[in-house]
C-alpha cells in the first residue's frame, strides 16, 4: 500500500499566504500594487502586507526586506482547529516541526515547519478578515471589495511552486504529513521524477515540486497569483512591458493543469507567474495522477504558446549560481527607500 492508497485526508484547506523577500521593497510594491493591484494592509518592521481584491483575509502576501530574493515561508490555512492540532501533532512526529509563531499581522498562532529540502512552511486555523471601507464596499455581496482601479488588478493568490533537490521526497512528505493529493507529474526517461503538481481539495495543484537543475534544492521557483481571465492576463501583459518588466514566458498555455499563464520578474528578482484561465478541477475521488513523461514532455510544459527559456530550469530564488540568465532585472529602478534598507 502507498500512501496514495491511504484514505484521504482533508484537514488542509488552503494556501493562505506568502512571505517573499525582496532586496528592493519599493519597486517589488510598485510591482504588486501599481501594476497588479494589489492592496496595502498593514506595515510592521521591514515587511508590507498586501491582499488581492479578492482574497478574504487581512493578507495573502507579505514583502520582507532582504538583501537576497527568495521566500520566507509559505502559509497554509488547517480546515479547523482540530484539524490543526492533528497536523502539528504528525509534523511533530516527523521531526521537522520548528515551533509556533505568534504575533504575525492578520494571523493567529501558526506552527512553523520545514519540508525536506529546508524550505519554511507555516500551518494556522485563526485568520482576521479583511473589512472593507464603507467606500469600498461592492454591491456585489459575494465579491470581498470593490474592484481596484489601479492597474491590472489580481483576485487572489494561487499556487506555490518550489525548486526541489528531491521531488519524490517532498511529494511523499507532503502527501503524508499534510493530505496533498498527487494531480500530475513528470518522470524522466531514467525514471526520476522531475516535477509533481498537488492539491488541497478540487484545484487542479495548490503546489508543485520540479527539480532543481542546478541541485541546491529549496528555493523558490514562482509563487502564483491568478486572475481568472484571459483578458486580464493579456492586459497584464501589456502594462507589465509597457513598464519595463522583463516576461520570461507567455501568455501561453501548460499543457499540465491546462492553466494559462505568464512569468516575470519582479523588481526583487523574483519569479511571479500570473495566471489567466485556471485549467480543470478535480472532484473524482478516484483520481489517477497523470504522468508526463519524455516523448510528451513539451506538450507538459507548453501546450501552446512560445516554448520556456532553458533558465526555466535553473533560475530560482536566491540565486546563488552564476546563470545565463539575460537579466531579471529590466525594469526603472525605483529610488531607494531608506526605511527597507537599515
Ligand atoms: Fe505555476
Request: charged share 20%.
Amino acid at each position: 500500500m502507498t500512501q496514495f492508497d491511504a484514505e484521504p485526508m482533508y484537514d488542509v484547506a488552503e494556501f493562505a499566504s506568502f512571505e517573499l523577500f525582496s532586496p528592493d521593497v519599493d519597486g517589488t510594491l510598485w510591482f504588486f500594487k501599481d501594476l497588479l493591484g494589489m492592496i496595502e494592509t498593514g506595515r510592521s518592521g521591514n515587511s508590507v502586507y498586501l491582499r488581492g481584491w479578492q482574497d478574504h483575509y487581512q493578507h495573502s502576501l507579505k514583502v520582507t526586506y532582504r538583501e537576497t530574493p527568495g521566500m520566507g515561508f509559505a502559509g497554509w490555512r488547517a480546515m479547523s482547529a482540530q484539524a490543526l492540532d492533528r497536523r502539528v501533532a504528525a509534523i511533530k512526529e516527523t521531526g521537522r516541526g520548528i515551533g509556533w509563531v505568534e504575533g504575525e499581522y492578520g494571523m493567529g498562532p501558526a506552527y512553523e515547519f520545514s519540508l525536506p529540502d529546508g524550505s519554511v512552511q507555516r500551518i494556522n486555523w485563526e485568520v482576521e478578515y479583511f473589512k472593507p471601507a464603507p467606500s469600498e464596499i461592492s454591491i456585489v455581496q459575494n465579491r470581498v471589495q470593490r474592484r481596484p482601479l489601479s492597474g491590472v488588478p489580481i483576485k487572489a493568490l494561487d499556487h506555490l511552486n518550489m525548486m526541489a533537490k528531491n521531488v519524490t521526497t517532498n511529494k511523499e512528505f507532503v502527501a503524508e504529513v499534510l493530505g496533498f493529493k498527487l494531480s500530475e507529474n513528470i518522470v524522466t526517461s531514467a525514471n526520476v521524477e522531475a516535477g509533481a503538481w498537488m492539491r488541497l481539495q478540487t484545484r487542479s495543484h495548490d503546489v508543485a515540486f520540479t527539480k532543481d537543475a542546478t541541485g541546491e534544492g529549496g528555493r523558490l521557483h514562482h509563487v502564483a497569483f491568478l486572475f481568472g481571465n484571459s483578458q486580464h492576463l493579456n492586459d497584464a501583459a501589456d502594462v507589465l512591458t509597457d513598464h519595463g518588466l522583463e516576461i520570461e514566458a507567455g501568455p501561453a498555455h501548460h499543457g499540465i493543469s491546462q492553466a494559462e499563464f505568464l512569468y516575470v520578474f519582479e523588481p526583487g528578482g523574483n519569479r511571479i507567474e500570473l495566471v489567466g484561465t485556471l485549467g480543470y478541477d478535480i472532484h473524482d475521488p478516484s483520481w489517477q495522477p497523470i504522468t508526463w513523461r519524455q516523448d510528451n514532455l513539451e506538450t507538459a510544459i507548453v501546450w501552446y504558446g512560445s516554448p520556456l527559456p532553458p533558465e526555466f530550469d535553473t533560475y530560482g530564488t536566491p540565486n546563488s549560481i552564476p546563470t545565463n540568465y539575460r537579466t531579471p532585472n529590466r525594469y526603472i529602478q525605483a529610488e531607494a527607500n531608506q526605511l527597507f534598507r537599515k
